[in-house]
């Protein structure tokens, strides 16, 4: 289910991508049953914070450098940029209240 | 949407999901509060091959989709959300979800079980760091590389034998000296060549906290007291479950383990509150039993509404006088 507020980054793009204001990337692949229910909470974040927050996702199948990068070795994981900078790593399922405290500190 | 309830369920797996179908084929428009693990440990899941009328076996994140699917098709309404907190002193029991209050003449509690960790705290802290209770979520960071499996059940198993099709090795570690894994699955792990088995062993620590990642665990002979290191990547714990009932603790009985106690079919100590599946069953612990104990809630909760119908009503006059 895609949602027009989540962007989609790439290994070629994530390093722009995640340059400027606070960015939330989620890693996923298409096999990952928890990532499937972690979608919905992550559209939703998108929707709240609309405009002062990005939301994007990353294929890990499709995109295996950055996960990498940023040793990745599970998913779904949530990282927080911002500007740049890797401010919060969330591994496995939150809920929205939880992952909304975690954004709001860095807003 | 409408927040009283004949019936609440919490809860998503093959318990809470049977307890939906029933309730609302019996018209009694369930509401079910699925949980962050929505869906229940079947998710995390490959084949499942002993759920009956699946002669070929059925994958399980494809059954949940069926059982929801179904208890949709005749009514339950299943919203998002893990509720936080729930007041059983009186009916209507209440449940807090975020922001939202919920009631419910009768509540079926169906939270299951999540998997165990070690306790070392070294664990949780490599959590998605090359720690992991999911061989099916994160097996795939692991493709030619050696990892290790911990635990000696079906769990571990079937752990085991999904990654021996990716890592290079699968270094199972039990601390005992045979498995509690059923025969078929012991027999598949052992024919596997690049699994191998280290018994009456425990893991006493995990490498390496301050690189943020796995590179070994520190190993104990339980019998020799004898230590030894073993380099993987990453480590898969499969040791067993802990109920759900954090959000029970001194509201509803429970056995020392923690699981929630039951009697006289699925009644709890809290008359109006029924419980099935995993959360209230540390002997059997089958998707087949929690849907079988699924059926028996709302079953049990349907007679209690028809027995209590009059004072429901009264409760709802009472309540349109104030």
């Known amino acids: 289910m895609a949602s027009e507020n989540v962007k989609t980054f790439t290994d070629a793009d994530f390093g722009d991508s995640v340059k400027n204001g606070v960015v939330l990337v989620d890693f996923w692949a298409e096999w990952c049953a928890p990532c499937r229910r972690l979608e919905p909470t992550v559209n939703q974040l998108a929707a709240d914070y609309n405009g002062r927050l990005t939301v994007a996702k990353v294929n890990i199948d499709e995109n295996p450098m950055t996960p990498s990068k940023f040793m990745v070795r599970g998913i779904p994981t949530l990282l927080l940029f911002k500007n740049g900078d890797l401010k919060e790593t969330v591994v496995g399922l939150s809920s929205k209240d939880d992952l909304s405290k975690i954004i709001d500190k860095h807003l | ?322």
């Open chain 2, 1 to 322: 949407m409408n927040t009283d309830r004949q019936v609440i369920i919490i809860g998503s797996g093959p318990a809470g999901l049977t307890a939906a179908l029933y309730a609302a084929r019996a018209n009694l428009t369930p509401l079910v509060i699925e949980g962050i693990e929505a869906g229940g440990q079947l998710m995390l899941t490959t084949m499942v091959e002993n759920w009956p009328g699946y002669r070929d076996g059925i994958m399980g994140p494809d059954l949940m989709v069926e059982l929801r699917a179904q208890a949709e098709r005749f009514g339950a309404e299943i919203i998002q959300g893990d509720v936080d907190s729930v007041d059983l002193s009186k009916r209507p029991f209440t449940l807090s979800v975020g922001k939202t209050r919920y009631t419910a003449q009768t509540l079926i509690v169906a939270t299951g079980a999540s998997a165990k960790w070690l306790d070392l705290g070294v664990d949780k802290k490599l959590s998605g760091r090359g720690v992991s209770t999911c061989a099916t979520c994160d097996g795939f960071f692991f493709k030619g590389r050696p990892v290790a499996v911990i635990g000696g059940g079906d769990t571990a198993m079937e752990e085991a034998i999904y990654l021996a099709k990716l890592a290079t090795s699968v270094t199972v570690i039990h601390r005992r000296e045979t498995l509690r894994a059923s025969k078929v699955m012991q027999d598949k792990a052992m024919s596997m060549p690049n699994i191998s088995f280290v018994w009456n062993t425990d893991v006493v620590d995990i490498k390496d906290v301050d690189k943020g990642e796995v590179t070994s665990l520190v190993l104990r002979n339980n019998q020799t007291g004898e230590q030894s290191e073993l380099a993987v990547d990453g480590v898969f714990i499969g040791i067993g479950h802990v109920p759900n009932t954090r959000l029970f603790q001194g509201q509803l009985a429970m056995h020392d383990n923690g699981y929630l106690k039951t009697h006289d079919g699925s009644r709890t100590s809290v008359a109006g509150v029924f419980a099935a599946g995993d959360v209230q069953d540390h002997i059997y612990r089958q998707a087949v039993t929690a849907a079988g104990s699924g059926c028996m809630a709302a079953i049990d909760a349907e007679r209690f509404l028809a027995e209590h119908e009059s004072d429901a009503s009264s409760t709802a006059v009472s309540e349109a006088r104030a």
